[in-house]
């Protein structure tokens, strides 16, 4: 059996993760969907959706994208790292 590293964040990391999973959980009941009829359309256990609604940093990327396509909200995908003004400040400073 195939053991996990157990993944360390500063807490004030890991309150964005469990912000990100209280959202996608606020989602979810907006839409007046269960655990388990979100985590069979996204082709996830219904542990796997409660880890990621309780913001584990251990949940893959990739079950993420599914429950957020499965909520119709796979659009929001796209701003991760969308507005990167730290970036583009040191991408200007090179120029």
């Known amino acids: 059996m195939k053991q996990s590293k157990q993944q360390s964040l500063l807490p004030s990391h890991q309150r964005l993760l469990t912000q990100m999973g209280e959202n996608i959980r606020l989602a979810r009941k907006r839409r007046k969907l269960t655990t388990i009829q979100v985590a069979e359309r996204a082709g996830i256990s219904r542990n796997t959706l409660y880890l990621l609604e309780k913001g584990n940093p251990g949940v893959s ?35």
């Not at 990739?62 to 790292?81: C, E, I, M, P």
Request: charged share 25%; net charge negative.
């Open 61 to 95: 990327i990739g079950n993420l994208f599914n429950v957020l396509r499965t909520l119709n909200l796979q659009d929001d995908f796209l701003k991760l790292a969308a507005d990167d003004t730290l970036g583009r400040k040191l991408q200007d400073l090179n120029l």
